[in-house]
């Protein structure tokens, strides 16, 4: 029997919300495409288009307005952000342990910390670094994996 899109989308997609500040918050169940990305390269940003460019990504676009209009401020942005990349990535974290790395003294490191990577990420950070020791590589394999070499007869 086949599922429909909808009610797969109902049983597995569909997003809870949260109460900020009045406003019904989509809870993240997943970061999308690019966010991250974008997220690194706005980190050192405190500008109004930028803030709003990563609430609309990961919360919809019509949620930076509307707590905009409610007069959630700049902490308060920087924390349900940090809160909403916890949340997408997989990790159950608090308001609280939001407003804690954000208010930190090295945000940067906790954000790490805090934000699992993705799996590409994290073997290839679990994985020894190669060295190189001047010597000439080995051969890999006896069988040649090339066509015969033509030589000229001029």
């Known amino acids: 029997m086949s599922q429909s899109w909808e009610a797969f989308k109902r049983q597995h997609l569909e997003r809870e919300t949260v109460d900020v500040e009045g406003v019904a918050v989509p809870v993240p ?3 999308p495409f690019g966010f991250q990305h974008r997220a690194e390269q706005l980190s050192a940003s405190s500008s109004e288009d930028d803030v709003a460019e990563l609430v609309g990504m990961l919360f919809g676009p019509d949620i930076y ?8 401020g700049a902490i ?11 949340q997408g990535s997989g990790r159950d974290m608090t308001f609280s342990e939001a407003y804690e790395i954000v208010t930190s003294d090295d945000p940067g490191k906790a954000v790490a910390r805090a934000v699992p990577q993705n799996r590409a990420a994290r073997r290839a950070a679990s994985k020894p670094r190669s060295t190189s020791t001047g010597a000439r590589s080995s051969r890999t394999s006896a069988a040649s994996t090339g066509s015969a070499r033509k030589t000229s007869r001029a």
Not at 65 to 72: H, K, M, S, T
Not at 76 to 86: D, I, P, Q
């Open 65 to 72: 307005d509307q707590l905009v209009e409610a007069g959630l």
């Open 29 to 31: 169940v997943d970061l």
């Open 76 to 86: 308060g942005f920087l924390t349900l952000l940090m809160w909403g990349m916890a």
